[in-house]
Nanobody, 121 residues
């Protein structure tokens, strides 16, 4: 049973920084891409950033230059370092991982439960 567990959400002042973590637990699986989405109240979930198993990253224009995604394959963990946070970044962040549970099985996207980031002005 694969599970993603996020941590790091907090209340932070505008202009501040915060680092989110998301660890995949379980055994015998392979992970391809990992990444983050976010969702503000009343809005659709939007993609934030992603990183491949080789370390290639991509970012939404809204966070480019402020956020950095990274991963530690030895720990099955993806990170999101956020800086210069803005009040409109008050959202719930969800991590995901594309996982194959068996050698010949399908790739399935797993999601974390979400972690809230609140930025005070």
């Amino acid at each position: 049973q694969v599970q993603l567990m996020e941590s790091g959400g907090a209340l932070v002042q505008a202009g501040g920084s915060l680092k989110l973590s998301c660890a995949a637990s379980g055994s015998g699986f392979r992970i391809n891409a990992m990444g983050w989405y976010r969702q503000a109240p009343g809005k659709q979930r939007e993609w934030v950033a992603s990183v491949t198993s080789e370390g290639s990253s991509a970012y939404a224009d809204s966070v480019k230059g402020r956020f950095t995604i990274s991963r530690d394959n030895t720990k099955n963990t993806v990170y999101l370092q956020m800086s210069s946070l803005k009040p409109d970044d008050i959202v719930v962040y969800y991590c995901y991982a594309d996982i194959r549970a068996t050698m010949s099985g399908p790739w399935i996207r797993y999601w974390g439960q979400g972690t809230q980031v609140t930025v005070s002005s």
